[in-house]
């Protein structure tokens, strides 16, 4: 691996056109955000990176879905909306009606430690900004839900992207799609 602060540069298209890099330090199969977060992690710790998608198109399901995530107490809401969330309502919101049975206590421990340090790794390291949202949680009736945990991409031109913009979902002109935020 590379130092870490090194400028990496990237293509991006089918192996047809560029083929298969004959070595790399990390291959993330997937771009949705899961996907494109792991890459992007690894990539600013110097690794080069392969990103496999099967699709002609990036986003993954993320792409799908307007690219919201959901993180409990990571502070966006507190400042922009004047909405407090707390981890210990978040934790009961989790494990409430009996997932903590079921759920693994680490995993979800390691979510809510590191999830607020994720969105603000993404807009440090990106061009991407967050949008907080009053947005109820799934299931408004268990204990310890909340109406700022959600955060929704900002705006972002794929001109900026050049190229590698017509593998990006056009942008939906119907429905929901033209005003997704409740606004």
């Known amino acids: 691996m590379v130092d870490g602060s090194?400028?990496?540069?990237?293509?991006?298209?089918?192996?047809?056109?560029?083929?298969?890099?004959?070595?790399?330090?990390?291959?993330?199969?997937?771009?949705?955000g899961a996907g494109l977060m792991a890459a992007l992690t690894a990539a600013k710790e110097g690794a080069r990176v392969l990103v496999v998608e099967s699709r002609e198109i990036?986003?993954?399901?993320?792409?799908?879905?307007?690219?919201?995530?959901?993180?409990?107490?990571?502070?966006f809401s507190t400042e922009e909306l004047k909405v407090d969330d707390d981890l210990d309502e978040a934790r009961r919101y989790i494990y409430g009606e009996g997932r903590d049975q079921i759920l693994d206590h680490d995993v979800i421990e390691k979510f809510l430690e590191t999830g607020?340090?994720?969105?603000?790794?993404i807009e440090g390291h990106t061009s991407f900004g967050?949008?907080?949202?009053?947005?109820?949680?799934?299931?408004?009736?268990?204990?310890?839900?909340?109406v700022g945990r959600a955060l929704f991409p900002g705006p972002y031109s794929p001109e900026g992207l050049g190229e590698a913009a017509r593998y990006v979902?056009?942008?939906?002109?119907?429905?929901?799609?033209?005003?997704?935020?409740?606004?």
Do not use: C, K
């Not at 979902?169 to 606004?183: D, E, I, Q």
């Open 130 to 146: 967050w949008i907080p949202a009053l947005w109820p949680d799934y299931r408004s009736d268990i204990d310890g839900a909340s």
């Open 58 to 75: 990036v986003g993954g399901a993320t792409g799908i879905s307007a690219g919201a995530a959901w993180i409990p107490n990571h502070g």
């Open 116 to 121: 607020p340090h994720v969105a603000r790794f």
């Open 6 to 32: 090194t400028q990496h540069s990237g293509s991006i298209g089918s192996v047809s056109r560029h083929g298969i890099p004959e070595e790399v330090d990390v291959v993330i199969v997937g771009s949705g």
């Open 169 to 183: 979902r056009p942008a939906l002109t119907t429905g929901m799609a033209r005003n997704p935020l409740p606004l």
